[in-house]
């Protein structure tokens, strides 16, 4: 037997699969800048105009309107650091969650026993996607809305079954 035979465990698995999914921001930084000014300056200009009719303590609500909605804003931003990875080979499938102050949680299921569960509601759509795997569950695609989760379990399913069929070897390249 030569050393091309041997089996090698190592060997990168073609990916069937690969998606990173984040969460949606509507808001860039630059219209977070536009909109903190703007709202800067519509509050002091109100504050001021109370200030000057004698109601001083409303000009530091104001004050305080407005670190609110930036503190808010902020948090807002923070999460949006949050990533999902998830990759199917024909050996595995991988599930890779950074939480957005960088906590990372990963799963490795095997994707012959993986089954895909979703939770959905006569209006709205697919809610929940959940992994099943010898009764574990793992909630996965949080980020996404109704449309987009259906067409994420439509290709992760595609993918599962690829994995189920195994790989696919072609002699000829």
């Known amino acids: 037997m030569t050393a091309g035979n041997d089996f090698d465990p190592e060997t990168a698995q073609p990916e069937l699969f690969s998606a990173l999914l984040t969460p949606h921001r509507s808001l860039n930084r630059t219209g977070f800048l536009v909109l903190m000014t703007f709202l800067s300056v519509v509050s002091f200009v109100a504050g001021l105009a109370f200030l000057m009719m004698g109601a001083w303590p409303v000009f530091g609500f104001f004050g305080i309107d407005v670190l609110v909605v930036y503190w808010a804003f902020r948090v807002n931003f923070r999460r949006g650091n949050a990533t999902e990875e998830i990759r199917v080979t024909t050996t595995e499938l991988r599930v890779r969650r950074v939480s957005h102050r960088g906590h990372v949680v990963e799963w490795v299921l095997n994707p012959l026993w993986v089954r895909l569960d979703q939770k959905t509601h006569a209006e709205f759509g697919i809610e929940k996607l959940y992994l099943v795997s010898k009764g574990r569950h793992v909630s996965i695609a949080n980020f996404l809305g109704p449309d987009e989760k259906a ?22 390249s």
């Open 151 to 172: 067409s994420f379990a439509k290709a992760l399913s595609a993918a599962l079954q690829a994995a189920r069929r195994g790989p696919t070897y072609n002699p000829v």
